[in-house]
């Protein structure tokens, strides 16, 4: 009898985190929504000098970020809450970040390249000023992704979900959506004349329907598992948001430079490490990053035991 009242005492608090684990889903689902009817409304108004599903992407974007402020007064959480630290705290967090972002991401780019994955572009022109230039705007490029990206999954989806659920549930949950919102996409192009109000629902549909293509499998695993460990650095640590950040964008930038500066060999027999995604993220990325996790942990657990 006692076995029977565990059960139906758990089994609402099991349907509610899961209705609670949904709520980012409708969210999205209303910015990407109105990130459509906007592109209709900039098309018609401006023609396609910027593409209708660019618009339909970055706006969609524009609108998670923003959805942060009404999140944060209903669920009552503050920019402490979210992770953020004091200004300089935070921009010294953010350097660490970038630092710890080069020693976690590094040697899987030294791996790929000696085991013959990566090799060098010789067609790029390779002069001090091609080069600082790219170092410099593909930053600043990875630091704009980062600064959206991270207020809003490591931020407040952890933050919100770990008021219904465990920390571990939140960590896992924010990296799932984190993950696949890197595929939700369509690679249709509509032209100007032939888009309709319903045009961006027929891109949206098809976006959805790219996620369930297999080939995306190793790829989502990688980026699964980066939310996991970006997710850990934001929880083993108190308004630790900036290292997040840092993190990121390090990898981000590694990862645009490393399309720049080099070609992935289609003849490599280690070809399998990476995924079509972006050439880096893929079965190697996974396993380094579950290895440093686990590390960490057995670390910590050693540490406490000693006390």
């Known amino acids: 009898m006692m076995a029977e009242k565990s059960v139906v005492t758990r089994s609402p608090s099991l349907i509610l985190s899961f209705l609670y684990a949904l709520i980012p889903l409708l969210v999205l689902m209303v910015a990407t929504f109105l990130a459509c009817i906007l592109a209709y409304s900039l098309v018609s108004a401006a023609g396609d000098a910027v593409s209708f599903r660019t618009i339909i992407k970055k ?9 942060i402020f009404p999140a944060m007064r209903y669920l009552g959480l503050t920019k402490l809450d979210l992770g953020f630290a004091a200004r300089v705290r935070f921009i010294k967090q953010i350097f660490q970040g970038v630092g710890l972002g080069f020693i976690t991401l590094m040697p899987v780019f030294l791996a790929l390249y000696l085991l013959g994955v990566n090799v060098v572009d010789e067609t790029q022109p390779w002069t001090a000023f091609w080069v600082s230039k790219k170092l410099v705007i593909e930053l600043l490029l990875a630091l704009l992704i980062s600064f959206f990206e991270e207020p809003v999954f490591r931020g407040l989806l952890i933050s919100g979900l770990s008021r219904k659920m465990s ?11 984190y993950a696949i919102l890197h595929f939700l996409n369509s690679p249709i192009e509509i ?7 319903f ?16 080939e995306i499998l190793s790829a989502f695993l990688a980026l699964f598992t980066v939310g996991v460990f970006l997710g850990i650095i934001r929880t083993q640590l108190k308004a630790s948001l900036g290292l997040c950040i840092g993190c990121h964008a390090c990898w981000v930038w590694q990862i645009k ?27 190697l990325v996974t396993v380094w990053l579950v290895l ?7 670390y910590k657990r050693k540490n406490c035991q000693s006390f």
């Open 167 to 177: 920390i571990t549930a939140a960590i896992l949950i924010s990296a799932f959506y």
């Open 59 to 67: 706006a969609s974007q524009v609108f998670l970020v923003l959805s």
């Open 199 to 214: 045009s961006g629902f027929v891109l949206l549909g098809d976006a959805f329907n790219h996620l369930l293509n297999p």
């Open 191 to 197: 032209p100007a004349a032939e888009i309709n109000l």
């Open 292 to 298: 440093a996790m686990t590390g960490y942990f057995l």
């Open 257 to 283: 430079l490393s399309k720049s500066l080099f070609n992935i060999n289609p003849d490599s027999d280690y070809l399998y490490l990476v995924s079509s995604y972006d050439g880096v993220i893929g079965p």
